[in-house]
């Protein structure tokens, strides 16, 4: 087994507790730490766009599903709260990257685009972004790449099948 931190903590645990099962610990701890991990590496190019992760996967998600979005399905689309997407989009509109308009039925709604500035960043970032993020997984052979991609969307199925009427 790999030796990382997760590996010491649970031969703490098993020391303490020789019985205890901690099989979920192995797994979750090691998703938990990489995702700790991913969030602390510094984004390359986001950063120097002045885009945090969260601003450009609203842009993204109006990129990629061609059509305005209101701030709910962009919530949704994010995993976002609905303040956390409003104080987003109120950055990016000052930015010039979108624009909202009402909707001349009901005017509680808004729609959001992209301006031609915000697709032409997307557009030139998206590249960009990808290419570090390869970096990053490049000491990963592509066969364990693509098996742990499989492996995380089956989990990620069924969690999203249990707690995704509990997400924020």
Known sequence: MTDDVVASVVRQWQA??????T?????????NRCATLLQQAKDAPLRS??????????????????????PGELA???????????????????????DRRGDERDRRVAHVRLTDAG?????????????????????????TRTLLATHLGELLVQLEGRLGSARS
């Open 76 to 98: 949704r689309e994010t995993f976002s709260s609905g303040t956390a997407v409003t104080k987003r989009l109120r950055a990016l509109q000052e930015r010039g990257l979108v």
């Open 49 to 70: 766009a002045g885009l945090t992760r969260a601003e450009f996967d609203l842009l993204g998600a109006v990129r990629r599903n061609a059509r305005e979005l209101t």
């Open 16 to 21: 303490v507790d020789p019985g205890l099962d």
């Open 119 to 143: 697709q032409d960043l997307v557009d030139r970032l998206l590249p960009l972004q990808l290419a570090y993020e390869s970096t990053v997984l490049s000491g990963l052979e592509e066969e």
């Open 23 to 31: 099989a979920p610990m192995e797994l979750i701890g090691r998703i």
